[in-house]
Nanobody, 117 residues
């Protein structure tokens, strides 16, 4: 069982930055795990922001998210991150980390990001 755990959410002013962190509770990221960040705003569907492959660090972004969001991982800390800048009210959402391992997707509980205008 893989249990992703997100942290780093909170309240931030518009124009500010925030970095979210994802780790695996009681375990580690391994091999070709694919780590993804999603978000779900109130009344909207969950949308993918970016993905990163654990072993080689290759990254992909949803076109609309490219530029203000950066996904990366720290191999030695065993954490994946999502750095966000230029935040706007529209970025207010619950942000989720997921880990795909051996064709099974595991989800974290999410962390709330609220951007004040």
């Amino acid at each position: 069982q893989v249990q992703p755990v997100e942290s780093g959410g909170g309240l931030v002013q518009a124009g500010g930055s925030l970095t979210l962190s994802c780790s695996v509770s009681g375990g580690t990221f391994v091999g070709d795990d694919m780590v993804a960040w999603y978000r779900q705003a109130p009344g909207k569907e969950r949308e993918v922001i970016a993905t990163i492959t654990w072993d080689d660090g290759s990254r992909h972004y949803t076109d609309s998210m490219r530029g203000r969001f950066t996904i990366y991982r720290n191999y030695h800390e065993n954490r994946a991150f999502l750095h966000m800048n230029g935040l706007t009210f529209e970025d207010t959402a619950i942000y989720y980390c997921s880990v795909k391992r051996e064709a099974v997707v595991y989800w974290g509980q999410g962390t709330q990001v609220t951007v004040s205008s």
